[in-house]
């Protein structure tokens, strides 16, 4: 059976719209994790965007500057994570699961 070009590309025309509507949706969104005993904690957009770095003043020691530095680095890092992976959810709930190569 020959496939319908058609109806074909109306679909791949709905999976961009959509993938769109996502990404507008993931510019929205916001994740926020924390590390210490949530003495430094890190707000990211789902984009992946670094929105806002709060550290308890009790986390900063002017002997030990590493360990903070430690620590908004491991924030980030999770707040990155979790961004990746709410961005990945959404996406796949767009591509049905579909692995398409250089999409997010």
Do not use: F, H, W, Y
Not at 1 to 24: E, I, L, T, Y
Not at 33 to 42: H, L, P
Not at 64 to 81: F, K, P, Q, S, T
């Amino acid at each position: 059976m020959k496939p319908n070009m058609g109806n074909m590309m109306k679909q791949a025309q709905k999976m961009q719209q959509d993938m769109a509507r996502v990404q507008a949706e993931l510019a929205e969104e916001r994740v926020e994790a924390s590390v210490g005993g949530g003495m430094v904690k890190v707000v990211m957009t789902g984009e992946q965007a670094v929105e806002r770095v709060m550290i308890d003043p009790a986390a900063v020691d002017p002997d030990d500057i590493g360990m903070l530095e430690d620590m908004v680095v491991a924030a980030v890092n999770e707040a990155a994570r979790q961004a990746q992976e709410l961005a990945s959810r959404k996406m796949a709930a767009v591509t049905g699961g579909l692995n398409i190569p250089g999409l997010m």
